[in-house]
């Protein structure tokens, strides 16, 4: 039995489940990556064993070291992953999530209305109250983090405050990412079918248009979902 199945008594609905693996693909990262953002690590230098902490707890209980991600957990690592591949450092990464708890008064600050509109404020406090300001250039870092943000939340819809939704397909209103729905799993927006689904259903098909006439969805939903999964494979 999972995580999930166990404690799903707890009003854990509406929050999302997915397991590192899943994360990582959604996130386009290695599973890898995710574990050690989210369990931290150790590493050895100059005989010396250093401890290196998670960036911060996920919402799910942990069960026998196990990691299980709620939606919020995987919309940070979306923004941590994607500050990483524009070259800000890990340590910049966690100075700022650090700052930005404080400043936004919410465990997951990342996915927030105000870091949406203050998030390059924060970063740029956050660096200033740390060493790492004597050896980063921090026009260079400004301007990236800037563009990170307004790429990022492109895609996002956000609600109450904080990200609800998800569109991770270019942006499009055709597959969301809902942790109201099937646990968050990517579906077709308007029928709810996860895209896996679908994107299967065509490679035993063999043909978007049986697949559509199957599930009753139109063509272009289905097509979306098998581009879709093509993107997670492919990256």
Not at 159 to 183: H, L, M, T, Y
Not at 196 to 219: F, M, Q
């Amino acid at each position: 039995m999972t995580v999930r199945e166990k404690i799903v008594d707890l009003d854990f609905f509406g929050v999302g489940s997915y397991s590192v693996s899943e994360a990582a693909r959604l996130v386009g990262t290695s599973p890898r990556n995710v574990s050690r953002w989210m369990k931290g690590y150790t590493y050895r230098r100059n005989d010396v064993v250093h401890q290196v902490a998670p960036l911060w707890s996920p919402e799910w209980p942990l069960s026998e070291n196990n990691i299980e991600l709620s939606f919020r957990d995987l919309i940070e690592l979306r923004f941590v992953n994607a500050f990483t591949k524009a070259g800000v450092g890990l340590l910049a990464i966690r100075n700022c999530l650090e700052y930005a708890r404080e400043c936004v008064s919410d465990d997951h600050p990342f996915s927030t209305r105000r870091f949406q509109t203050d998030g390059k404020t924060i970063f740029l406090e956050s660096i200033k109250l740390t060493d790492e300001s004597q050896v980063l250039d921090l026009r260079h870092r400004q301007y990236i983090f800037k563009q990170v943000l307004k790429r990022t939340f492109r895609d996002l819809d956000i609600e109450e405050d904080a990200v609800s939704r998800w569109r991770p397909f270019n942006g499009k209103q055709s597959i969301v990412v809902d942790p109201q729905r099937s646990f968050g799993q990517p579906i077709a927006a308007e029928s709810g079918i996860p895209t896996v689904v679908l994107a299967e259903a065509v490679d035993s098909e063999g043909s978007i248009e049986r697949v559509a006439r199957l599930y009753e969805v139109t063509k272009a939903a289905v097509r979306d979902a098998v581009r879709f999964e093509d993107t997670l494979k492919a990256a």
